[in-house]
């Protein structure tokens, strides 16, 4: 996640440009934000001695806007993990520059690209990668990537192109953090004849990262949306990588010391998809849907010569009560995932985060009043594996751009279940963040 | 960040709102005229003046609480008014920093419910949002969606109750009822009069009765300047107190412009994102 000298010369040549006195129509805007987090688990498992995770970040973007014809937009990033020095970075979060070129719109450089309406979870957002080092963290934390983005307008619809010659994936948590999973210390291996399957003490460990060959890193999809009478309406096609690698176990037996190396192996797959969403409003309920096919290539937990589709699909309503954006804003939101998922004897690894919404529930509640802070309350429920997470805030603004946070993350359910996984990483959190 | 689905009145934006103040010069000879104006007539001129097909303009919004907790936004707000009389309305917020980016669009339907969607930077998103009550507060200020309204003249019965000087200008005052179930059942008010300056035509003050008949919320506009480039009258001040709840709301208003030839496709999604 560290950067090349790139992107400070992007930094430089666009303060560069913005001191141009010959460009007089430009505008730049800047801003930064600078955030201390106090991190306190509510338990230390073995190995894990810290009880907390104290993190500072530090963010900064520039906007230059050039006339109507276009804008450059970057914004830094670099973050201190006092516990996890993993997470440690100095990060270019955006950096791009946009053309408008009447009814066309080109970015291109390093952007977010959210497709899909739904609000948790969103099955078509195919570009979208983010940093899982701390899964509580992930929603804060979206990885850009380096593309071209061609869209096209005309009344109300719109065409998206946007094409990523090196496809970025999700960032995963690290060996020896505690979002690395509990492996077991043995595992069993099934005995020949007659002889029983004994356990045999093992040593988990990540194998290398590896992208299919071909067209290899290469993502490319295109996204069609449209008005038409108080529905917004959205197709989408995507080819590239998946944005989460396939876990593949290999295990070997080592006769000499009687351990077994079990090598936690991360095979990235390309996949094909088809996917639509929908939003309107009914009787002043928001109601939204976003589904998705995917094709997978590639895929190891495929056997070769068979081809297993599987679907994903999110449902979910929503509803504010409010005083608009300031008094007393209420929001409510309800949605549920569903994966038609083929492989039903496929157990996902404690990693595998793409399954923990195969079958779940999420909620978010929402009270605010705009510059005096609010209440928010999320969870999330695993169906599938009786995993659950609990979230509630309560945030303050005590000064002109200052924001104090107080945070309960609670997770738990069964054991086998992703979140369950996690139950150790119940915490206590406070924030401070300032932002002008 | 929450949803904020009152917005979609918004509709009726700010401006015409400021309405309550937004009026032209004055027709030559009018003045002379004047004292034969009936409630509905004044409320007319007052109406004719302040309409525009488009207009720009950002808002300092300062609102004061009882304890003198003062909150601050600052927006820009974009309208245009179509040729079938529909309404187009953007917004974006520049402060403070945790709604800088979020952006409302606001589009009138003839023959259907209004769309309305909302542009929220922290997920990159346009989000469809439902329609609000038009006596909610706009973006947490002391006036209602409803204030902000331009002035239906068939919904309400106008009567010149009589004629003073306010702050030095010559004033009508003409109260306002609504003139039908439907229009009292919408309105937050039961009566509103109206301080009309004569030779402006500009709103100069208003005072508002709740259903109990109990005077709610005073409205005073001041600053009134000519907009450069236009011979519309505008307010450059707007304050509104809450009598009841002892609060009160400034808004500033700078940079208007006015009949810039905005086109339809500054309404959309693109520009909700891109931010005007």
């Known amino acids: 996640m560290r950067q090349g000298p790139a992107f400070l010369v992007f930094f430089v040549g666009l303060g560069a440009w913005a001191g141009a006195p010959a460009l007089a129509a430009q505008q730049l805007e800047w801003g930064i934000l600078a955030d201390y987090q106090l991190v306190g688990y509510l338990s230390s498992p073995d190995g894990l001695e810290a009880l907390g995770r104290n993190q500072a970040m530090f963010r900064s973007d520039a906007e230059l806007r050039i006339g109507r014809w276009g804008r450059a937009f970057a914004e830094i990033e670099a973050r201190a993990d006092h516990a996890v020095t993993d997470r440690n970075r100095l990060y270019v979060r955006e950096a791009y520059a946009d053309l408008f070129l009447g009814p066309l719109d080109v970015r291109v450089g390093r952007a977010v690209h959210p497709w899909g309406r739904a609000d948790q979870v969103n099955p078509t957002d195919y570009f979208g990668a983010w940093d899982y080092t701390d899964l509580l963290d992930a929603p804060e934390e979206p990885l850009g990537q380096t593309a071209l983005q061609l869209r096209w307008y005309r009344g109300a619809g719109s065409v998206e192109v946007v094409v990523a010659p090196r496809f970025r994936a999700s960032l995963l948590p690290a060996a020896g953090t505690r979002w690395w999973p509990d492996f077991p210390d043995s595992v069993r291996v099934p005995g020949t004849g007659t002889s029983p399957d004994v356990l045999v003490p093992a040593e988990f460990a990540y194998g290398p990262v590896s992208w299919p060959g071909g067209a290899g890193r290469l993502a490319y999809g295109v996204r069609i949306s449209g008005a038409v009478r108080g529905w917004d309406l959205s197709v989408a096609a995507y080819e590239g990588p998946s944005d989460l690698p396939a876990y593949a176990v290999e295990t070997e037996f080592d006769p000499a010391t009687g351990r077994v190396s079990a090598r936690l192996d991360r095979p990235y797959y390309r996949l094909r998809s088809l996917g639509a969403d929908f939003a309107t409003v009914m009787s002043g309920v928001g109601v939204h849907g976003e589904g998705a096919w995917y094709r997978p290539a590639d895929d190891p937990r495929i056997p070769a010569g068979e081809r297993l589709d599987w679907v994903h699909w999110v449902l979910g309503a929503d509803y504010g009560l409010s005083g608009a954006v300031g008094e007393r804003d209420l929001f409510v939101l309800l949605e549920w995932s569903r994966m038609a998922w083929p492989f039903d004897e496929y157990e996902p690894e404690p990693l595998d985060l793409a399954y923990v919404f195969r079958n779940a529930l999420l909620a978010r509640a929402e009270l605010a009043r705009v510059g005096f802070g609010g209440w928010e309350m999320e969870s999330a429920w695993d169906l599938a594996e009786g995993g659950w997470l609990m979230r509630f805030a309560r945030s303050w603004h005590p000064a002109r751009g200052l924001r104090l946070e107080a945070r309960a993350d609670l997770l738990g359910g069964a054991e086998h279940s992703l979140l369950g996984t996690y139950a150790r990483n119940r915490r206590l959190h406070v924030r401070l963040t300032y932002e002008r | ?276």
């Open chain 2, 1 to 276: 960040m929450p949803i904020p689905s009152c917005f979609p009145r918004l509709a009726t934006s700010i401006l015409a709102a400021s309405a309550l103040a937004a009026v032209g010069a004055n027709p030559p000879g009018a003045a002379a005229q004047s004292g034969t104006f009936t409630g509905r007539q004044v409320m007319e001129r007052y109406d004719a003046q302040q309409r525009t097909k488009d207009s720009e303009v950002t808002i300092d919004m300062r609102v004061v609480s009882p304890r003198g907790e003062v909150r601050e936004r600052v927006v820009t707000l974009w309208t245009r008014t179509g040729t079938d009389g529909t309404r187009r309305v953007l917004i974006r917020f520049l402060q403070p920093p945790d709604l800088e980016g979020t952006g409302f669009l606001h589009v009138e339907n003839v023959d259907r419910d209004d769309d309305a969607w909302l542009y929220l930077p922290a997920l990159r998103r346009a989000r469809r949002i439902a329609g609000s009550d038009r006596r909610d507060a706009f973006v947490g200020t002391d006036f209602s969606y409803e204030d902000l309204d331009p002035e239906d003249l068939d919904a309400h019965r106008y009567t010149r109750v009589r004629t003073e000087d306010h702050g030095g200008r010559p004033a009508w005052v003409v109260e306002a009822l609504p003139a039908s179930p439907q229009a009292t059942q919408e309105s937050g008010y039961a009566r509103r009069l109206l301080w009309i300056d004569q030779e402006r035509h500009t709103l100069l003050r208003a005072d508002l009765f709740d259903r109990d008949g109990a005077l709610r919320k005073r409205l005073s506009a001041d600053d009134i300047r000519r907009v450069e480039g236009s011979d519309r009258w505008r307010p450059h001040r707007l304050v509104m107190e809450d009598l009841t709840a002892g609060r009160r709301t400034e808004l500033l208003m700078r940079q208007y412009r006015l009949d810039q030839g905005l086109g339809d496709d500054l309404f959309t999604e693109r520009y909700l994102r891109r931010g005007g």
